[in-house]
């Protein structure tokens, strides 16, 4: 059974940082992508980075230049770095992991709060 544990939310003025981390427990299992999702409320949820094993990465749009997703292979970790925040950013973060291309196991979500 695969466990994640997230951290690094909280509320931060416009303009501000933040940096989320995940950690996951997979036993033996190897696991190839983890990522970060957004679910803002009234709003579906929606990928805003991830990052396989060897270290390609892809973004939403909307956080590229600002967010910066990166990786500790050896402690199944993932780290996400957002910086300029805006208001549009709120929302609750899920960390998720995947064995194959895309993620199927999510965090339970950490809330990111970005005041004006």
């Known amino acids: 059974q695969v466990q994640l544990v997230e951290s690094g939310g909280g509320l931060v003025q416009a303009g501000g940082s933040l940096r989320l981390s995940c950690a996951a427990s997979a036993g033996k299992r190897r696991i190839n992508v983890m990522g970060w999702y957004r679910q803002a409320p009234g709003k579906p949820r929606e990928l805003v980075a991830d990052i396989t094993t060897g270290g390609s990465s892809k973004y939403a749009d909307s956080v590229k230049r600002r967010f910066t997703i990166s990786r500790d292979n050896a402690k199944n970790t993932v780290f996400l770095l957002m910086n300029s925040l805006n208001p549009e950013d709120t929302a609750v973060y899920y960390c998720?992991?995947?064995?194959?291309?895309?993620?199927?196991?999510w965090g339970q979500g950490t809330q990111v709060t970005v005041s004006s």
């Open positions: 998720c992991v995947g064995f194959f291309d895309t993620c199927g196991v």
